[in-house]
């Protein structure tokens, strides 16, 4: 018998669950907050995040669905993330409600929107680290026959950071003093850093 359990995905994996989401992980979570055209704001947590480049800083989040973060940020071309904190994963969770377009999710989970400074959406006032961004381009995923898919891929270029001065330690972030929250598992599963360690990249 072998050691490696093996599926082709097309032909399905033969679990109780998608392993996918559990293997790739933890995931920091992309806490998206957006305004509508109208005005109105968005708060919504994304599954699928991620950091693309460093110089310029580049991120991105994909929506399963064109949702309303989506259609927000094509409008107004900002949006901005916030570092979802141990603390704020209740908030956070409940801001993933899937409510009316008309909806403010900041005033649903009891958040403060602070004003953004390059941009004109808020940012959450409790959250450790925020990042605005201005858009770059919003992709539509397709599959290997390029069959389009309904998941939005939207990336930013970071035009400003909010940091909370009692995270910066002798001029550095401290992550695990952040305590940032990242999807690890299955729909209810959740992790925050543990021990860390460190290693200095070989030199050529």
């Given at each position: 018998m072998s050691d490696t359990y093996f599926y082709d995905p097309a032909a399905g994996h033969g679990l109780p669950h998608d392993p996918f989401k559990a293997i790739v992980a933890p995931r920091l979570i992309?806490?998206?907050?957006?305004?509508?055209?109208?005005?109105?704001?968005?708060?919504?947590?994304?599954?699928?995040?991620?950091?693309?480049?460093?110089?310029?800083?580049?991120?991105?989040?994909?929506?399963?669905?064109?949702?309303?973060?989506?259609?927000?940020?094509?409008?107004?071309?900002?949006?901005?993330?916030?570092?979802?904190?141990?603390?704020?994963?209740?908030?956070?969770?409940?801001?993933?409600?899937?409510?009316?377009?008309?909806?403010?999710?900041?005033?649903?989970?009891?958040?403060?929107p602070a004003p953004g400074r390059n941009v004109a959406v808020p940012h959450v006032a409790e959250s450790p680290a925020a990042l605005e961004c201005k858009l770059l381009q919003v992709i539509r995923l397709h599959t290997l026959d390029g069959t389009p898919m309904d998941n939005w891929l939207a990336l930013g270029q970071v035009v400003g950071v909010h940091i909370q001065q009692?995270?910066?330690?002798?001029?550095?972030?401290?992550?695990?003093?952040?305590?940032?929250?990242?999807?690890?598992?299955?729909?209810?599963?959740?992790?925050?850093?543990?021990?860390m360690f460190q290693m200095v990249r070989p030199k050529a």
């Open positions: 992309g806490w998206i907050s957006s305004r509508s055209p109208e005005g109105v704001l968005n708060l919504a947590p994304y599954s699928f995040f991620g950091a693309f480049s460093s110089f310029p800083s580049i991120i991105g989040f994909s929506s399963e669905g064109r949702k309303d973060s989506i259609a927000n940020i094509e409008a107004t071309g900002e949006f901005v993330w916030n570092l979802a904190s141990r603390p704020l994963a209740e908030q956070m969770n409940r801001s993933s409600a899937p409510v009316a377009a008309d909806v403010d999710e900041f005033a649903l989970s009891g958040l403060t009692r995270f910066l330690k002798d001029g550095l972030f401290d992550t695990h003093g952040a305590q940032p929250i990242m999807r690890a598992g299955y729909r209810a599963d959740y992790a925050q850093i543990g021990e």
